[in-house]
């Protein structure tokens, strides 16, 4: 595997149900985020990891729970979602550099709450 | 105001023509990272291009040219001699310093869909 991947590319889920995304990147970076992407709205950074520790925190709602156990994997556990949190999940990692440092995405989670 | 700012939702260009997608960007920082995506329908973020702050060159990566103009806080792209493969979305975004403490924060513009006729 190279670059950065997400399991599951899709998931349907009900506003009870509990699951969890999973990013792992490949490419010996020390950061790593989730974004959500809904339609009609730009990209918005979530959480924000550096070195394993959440720097970053972007007034998510509780039912989103990041956990980032090592610098290489990345989750996001789902519980009690809303039909509003329907979108693209996006995870990507970096080099932390400043300015200049280029964060490289995965290809997504197409998540759907019933 | 908008730190990001596309003004294009859509534009159509012809197979092996030039297009440029414009991107417009509002900071008080002086030093700060531009980047393009390309989001293809597939849903994954393709990085293309960067373009510092204190670069006195426009960045260029084959086909694809940044017009930096940082008086006017532009930063659009070129991409020369358009391919089928190039329709697709289009990201402008901006890393800024904020005194070193920015923690990768990246701003996204709302994108361009660019369709490539043949």
């Known amino acids: 595997e190279t670059g950065v991947t997400q399991t599951p590319r899709h998931l349907v889920m009900g506003m009870t149900n509990k699951k969890s995304l999973k990013c792992e990147q490949h490419l010996g970076h020390n950061a790593m985020y989730w974004y959500k992407q809904s339609a009609k709205k730009p990209l918005e950074l979530m959480f924000v990891?550096?070195?394993?520790?959440?720097?970053e925190n972007n007034s998510v709602p509780s039912r989103f729970s990041p956990e980032c156990p090592n610098s290489s994997h990345l989750f996001l556990h789902l519980h009690t979602l809303q039909p509003e949190d329907s979108a693209l999940y996006l995870c990507a990692s970096s080099h932390v550099l400043g300015v200049q440092e280029t964060q490289y995405f995965g290809p997504g989670t197409r998540l759907l709450v019933l | 105001a908008q730190k990001i700012t596309q003004t294009q939702p859509g534009m159509f260009v012809q197979e092996k023509e030039a297009v440029t997608l414009d991107c417009t960007y509002d900071t008080s920082d002086q030093s700060y990272g531009l980047f393009w995506y390309k989001q293809p329908s597939s849903g994954e973020m393709i990085f293309l291009i960067y373009?510092?702050?204190?670069?006195?060159q426009n960045a260029t990566e084959g086909r694809y040219s940044l017009n930096f103009q940082k008086a006017r806080k532009s930063a659009n792209l070129v991409i020369s001699a358009s391919q089928l493969g190039d329709s697709a979305m289009y990201f402008c975004a901006m890393r800024e310093d904020f005194g070193g403490t920015s923690y990768g924060k990246l701003t996204f513009g709302q994108g361009t869909i660019l369709t490539v006729h043949p």
């Open positions: 990891y550096n070195f394993k520790e959440q720097t």
């Open positions: 373009q510092g702050s204190y670069d006195e």
